[in-house]
């Protein structure tokens, strides 16, 4: 795991040190510039004087001392030398008027050559001397930081720390909270770089304690809508093993074949519901909504006609392709399609129609039953909610499913009354359902 405050402290560091780097080599050139520069102007000044001491007798020069770094040569107009400070010296033997670098086997010389009528002099300095003068003085600016970088370390070291005692804090906050503690983190107090962080895991806990929500409510609907079948149930037994004769037994055995259908209808819709939260990620794949539709209704037909109802599809584009989740939107035509069923009458007629509609797409159930009043409509979208009234068996979990699927897939449930009376469900989807090329 890197840690983001030795991530600070090299990254500081090395900032830093590579600046003095940068610094020093800047001196080390300008004072090389300098250097050289007063060098060549002690070798012009040098020369000039070598030249009023060797007017008339040149041999009676003075030898220099041997810490003395120039070499000082003397040649008359026949180039016989007359003076030489460095008889062990390879010094530079060409002489040309005015400055030049030469290159001998002992390094490079800075030379500054004066032709006179008579005579010619040359004056010249190592350049080696001139570089170790420009290196010791980029040291010295160097030397001060290298001797503080452990200071500056542990300076930058406590700063950093310092300035994370705000997370450490957060972190230590959120450590000491219990599993169910999902209120929001504090912002007070926490830097404005972190608060990005902050709002993140705010929103996290913001979801998952909906999430949580969601479950325990889910769970408790669960236990109290399962209770009564299978109290049906246990009764039902008991009726079966006191029956008298062999038809009262037949008659208990098939209310308890119901009871039992029933029940295994109520845990089928609760699994679907629990499988279509909002908060679900089933995979998605390119549908052709009519296609679909077609098959869920030839599921229904052996429904629809023992109980003696006209199902059939009316429109069918097959042109509109949905990036969706298959099996829930299975789901949700087979609960469309099984209400319609469950509450048109014998004799009467369900339509089934996927078209266009807005830019995107419209599924739409219709059926000639009783319908459902304006002010029930929204009622019916709550879980297990059924009205008042209704003899026909359900769970109250369908039309739940189907909101839940249409929500997952972006898609808005609109019920309507029927043009021939009856209910109308719309699933509209937003745009972005494209017709095939």
């Known amino acids: 795991m890197s840690s983001l405050r ?56 003075p030898a220099p001392d041997p810490d003395f770094d120039y070499i000082i040569q003397v040649w008359d107009r026949n180039g016989a030398r007359l003076f030489y400070s460095r008889p062990h010296v390879d010094p530079p033997s060409r002489v040309q008027a005015g ?7 002992e390094g490079r010389w800075r030379v500054y050559g004066l032709l006179l009528q008579n005579q010619a002099i040359q004056v010249a300095h190592p350049l080696a001397v001139r570089e170790a003068l420009a290196a010791r003085a980029a040291f010295g600016t160097l030397a001060p930081f290298l ?81 009564s079948p299978l109290t049906a149930l246990s009764l039902q037994v008991q009726l079966l093993e006191r029956a008298p004769d062999a038809a009262a037994r037949t008659l208990a055995l098939a ?14 819709q609760l699994l679907g519901l ?13 549908l052709v909504l009519a296609e679909l539709a077609a098959e869920v209704v030839a599921d229904h037909a052996s429904l629809a006609e023992a109980r003696g109802i006209d199902l059939g599809m009316t429109a069918a584009d097959t042109a509109l392709r949905l990036d969706g989740e298959r099996e829930g939107l299975r789901l949700l035509l087979a609960n469309l ?61 369908g039309l739940s499913i189907v909101r839940a ?19 109308l469900v719309q699933v509209v989807f937003a745009p972005g359902v494209n017709p095939a090329a």
Request: net charge positive; hydrophobic share 45%.
């Open 274 to 286: 629990s499988r279509q939260g909002p908060d679900a990620l089933p995979p998605r794949e390119r």
């Open 6 to 61: 030795r991530q600070l402290l090299v990254a500081l560091l090395g900032v830093l040190l590579l600046g003095s780097l940068a610094g020093a080599y800047a001196t080390y050139r300008s004072a090389l510039a300098e250097i050289g520069a007063v060098f060549d102007y002690d070798l012009r000044q040098l020369a000039l004087s070598v030249r009023d001491l060797a007017i008339g007798v040149a041999s009676e020069l």
């Open 147 to 227: 001797l503080m970088l452990p200071l500056l370390g542990m300076l930058v070291w406590w700063l950093t720390g310092r300035a994370l005692r705000p997370l450490r804090r957060l972190a230590a906050a959120v450590t000491r909270r219990r599993a169910d503690s999902l209120e929001p983190v504090e912002l007070s107090g926490a830097p404005a770089e972190a608060l990005p962080l902050v709002t993140a895991l705010n929103g996290l806990l913001e979801r998952l304690g909906t999430a949580l929500r969601r479950q325990r409510d889910f769970t408790a609907d669960a236990a109290h809508e399962l209770r």
């Open 99 to 105: 400055f030049a670098t030469v290159e001998t086997r």
């Open 255 to 268: 209310e308890l074949r119901e009871g039992i259908a029933r029940a295994t209808h109520l845990v089928e």
């Open 405 to 423: 699927v249409a929500e997952r897939h972006g898609a808005q449930v609109r019920l309507l009354d029927a043009p021939g009376g009856g209910l």
């Open 337 to 397: 399609i099984g209400n319609a069923l469950r509450y048109t009458p014998q004799g009467g007629r369900v339509d089934v129609a996927v078209h266009a509609a807005g830019g995107g797409a419209c599924i739409e159930v219709v059926d000639n039953g009783p319908g459902i009043p304006p002010h029930e409509r929204e009622r019916v979208f709550d879980r297990f909610y059924r009205r008042a009234g209704q003899e026909q068996p359900g769970s109250g979990l």
